[in-house]
């Protein structure tokens, strides 16, 4: 069985499309570490039970840096004596039938598939490669030989490598949170401005996006047969077929489960009468995700109080995307969505106005419930850990993509509104680009008016 097998390596591979930029964003946290190591682990596999794993999702950031995406594998960037940084990537070689590794379950390729090879993996990302099952103890090894060199690794997502950061450089314990932290809040801030190849793959994931929206109106007449689920598996399976994942758990909120912000359970009735709040992002195969909410008249047609909530929030988008800028604050887009429904649930009489007042105490937020939108990119609440005045308090500059989604949400048990509002929930989402004199709306290929949705799903259904 050891031998008698053709030798499969590829010659002539290319560099990734992705490989430049990807080159580009290490040199650019090359020159904000000057003399330090930098560690950025993809992660490990996660057991979801006995012995089978959760699908692996590799770590936002190694992504970005390399545009690898495969577990258990490290870049780290080596401080050279005359600055600047050598990086390297550790990667699992392939397994070879010569030694037996090949049929070994858990990594073995006979089991996961074939893998590039270090020379293949070279060539295609543009990154000198090394056998990642070395990178522990070549790390431990670099960081004893030189102790004046500091060594900060991306922490939380390979227990080992933190452990051997940990040891060999025998840190501090707060020191090294802090050095640690100043690494992955850089790297956010970073990330907080895409570049042209980031901005194409956003567009991607929304137009999967949209198709997905689509499979799901046509298939409506199954969900209502079945269960908000028949949704979820429409929309998961556009994404596996034209991505790699769902980019976040797809909320298919149907009736009053709409009114619960984040309703993944979605096992409930989709009754014909009641609206469908559908949250839902296609991830690409380079892990860039849409963010894309509808909601949805389950027969086609808005009730009259449906339509006059829909208005409202569709009305609070619009404002809050014509707020979207350069040099307009972050949280502008957000007041101008929030000043729009305080007025509109003044003029309903849910509220007692004048609206300027209601704004002040922030008594719409008992019907508005959550933020008006956050960055979007690899991560679906994207560039968390930025700092707060690269982000939330600062403004927004070309390349930023965030979501605009107010909503307005009734629940059940709120006594404070007549009893026609109880159980509904309205939400509407995009996906925005900051361009170089206003902005672009990425997931504007799916309708957003009244007129619109009704016309677009009458005629799928027919
Ligand atoms: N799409 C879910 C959220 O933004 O929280
Ligand atoms: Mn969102």
Not at 112 to 123: C, H, K, M, P, Q
Request: with cysteine; net charge negative; hydrophobic share 40%.
């Amino acid at each position: 069985m050891r031998s008698g097998w053709a030798d499969t390596e590829r010659d002539g591979l290319e560099p990734s499309a992705q490989s430049p930029y990807a080159a580009k964003r290490r040199k650019a946290l090359s020159a904000a570490f000057p003399g330090d190591r930098l560690v950025i682990p993809s992660g490990n596999l996660k057991v979801r039970s006995n012995d089978t794993d959760y699908p692996f999702r590799a770590s936002c950031d190694y992504v970005y840096l390399t545009g690898d995406q495969t577990e258990n594998s490290v870049l780290i960037l080596e401080p050279k004596a005359d600055g600047g940084h050598e990086a390297a990537i550790y990667l699992l070689p392939r397994s070879n039938r010569e030694d037996g590794e090949f049929w070994l379950s858990g990594y073995g390729e006979l089991w996961v598939g074939r893998r590039n090879s270090l020379t293949e993996a070279a060539a295609i990302l543009g990154l000198a490669t090394r056998d990642s099952r070395q990178a522990a103890e070549q790390l431990a090894e670099a960081i004893v030989a030189d102790q004046g060199v500091v060594t900060r690794i991306l922490r939380g997502h390979d227990e080992q490598l933190d452990a051997v950061v940990d040891l060999a450089s025998g840190r501090d314990e707060r020191a090294a949170a802090e050095l640690d932290e100043e690494l992955k809040v850089f790297l956010h801030g970073m990330r907080l401005v895409k570049d042209e190849w980031e901005i194409e793959q956003m567009r991607r994931a929304c137009a999967a996006t949209a198709t997905g929206f689509t499979d799901v109106v046509r298939e409506l007449g199954q969900a209502i047969a079945t269960s908000e689920r028949w949704i979820e598996g429409t929309f998961y399976r556009r994404a596996r077929v034209e991505g790699n994942d769902v980019g976040y758990g797809s909320i298919c909120a149907a009736g009053p489960h709409a009114t619960t912000l984040h309703w993944v359970r979605n096992d409930g009735a989709v009754r014909p009468g009641e609206l469908l709040l559908l949250d839902a992002g296609v991830e690409t195969d380079t892990l860039y995700t849409a963010d894309v909410t509808r909601t949805l008249p389950i027969d086609g047609r808005f009730s009259e109080l449906q339509k006059k909530i829909y208005e409202a929030v569709y009305d609070a988008q619009e404002a809050g995307i014509a707020a979207v800028r350069p040099g307009a604050r972050f949280r502008d887009f957000h007041e101008a969505s929030q000043r729009v429904l305080a007025e509109r649930l003044v003029e309903w009489g849910l509220l007692e106005g004048p609206a300027e007042r209601v704004i002040e105490l922030g008594l719409q937020r008992r019907y508005t419930l959550h933020g008006t939108g956050h960055m979007l990119g690899l991560d679906v609440h994207d560039c968390a850990d930025a700092r707060t005045e690269d982000y939330v308090d600062a403004q927004l500059v070309p390349g930023m993509i965030l979501t605009v989604e107010p909503g307005l949400y009734f629940q059940l048990d709120d006594l404070t509104v007549p009893e026609e509002y109880r159980g509904v929930g309205v939400r509407i989402e995009d996906d925005i680009l900051v361009t170089a004199d206003g902005n672009e709306n990425l997931s504007a290929a799916l309708p957003r008016t009244v007129a619109g949705i009704e016309q677009w799903m009458g005629s799928l259904r027919d």
